[in-house]
Nanobody
Framework: QVQLLESGGGLVQAGDSLRLSCADS????????MAWFRQAPGKALEFVAA????????HYAASVQGRFTISRDNDASTLSLQMDSLQPEDTAVYYC??????????????????WGQGTQVTVSS
């Protein structure tokens, strides 16, 4: 059973950068597709970025393309999200997730089997 724990959230100003991390304490997610989702206050959960198990393929939501970078270190069982040029609309709770078996899409939250508890990112204008 994969257990995910996010860290790195905080309060920053518009234009700043922040790096989120997600650690798998069980070290069993190395063959899983991993992703970041976010949920802003009063809004639905939204796909942010995903990465293949090998790290060779990544996929981004249009709203973060070019500003966010997803990466993973399978030796350390960690997933990262480098967020640059942050904007107030990026304010949300960010969750990492793991998909056991490839379901054909990176963006469907229902395809992911394991979730972290979330970390808050707040961007002030």
């Amino acid at each position: 059973q994969v257990q995910l724990l996010e860290s790195g959230g905080g309060l920053v100003q518009a234009g700043d950068s922040l790096r989120l991390s997600c650690a798998d304490s069980t070290h069993t997610s190395r063959r899983h597709v991993m992703a970041w989702f976010r949920q802003a206050p009063g809004k639905a959960l939204e796909f942010v970025a995903a990465i293949s198990w090998s790290g060779s393929t990544s996929h981004y939501a249009a709203s973060v393309q070019g500003r966010f970078t997803i990466s993973r270190d399978n030796d350390a069982s960690t997933l990262s999200l480098q967020m640059d040029s942050l904007q107030p609309e990026d304010t949300a709770v960010y969750y990492c997730a793991a998909m056991k078996l490839w379901q054909g899409s990176y963006e469907q939250q229902t395809d992911y089997d394991y979730w972290g508890q979330g970390t808050q990112v707040t961007v002030s204008s």
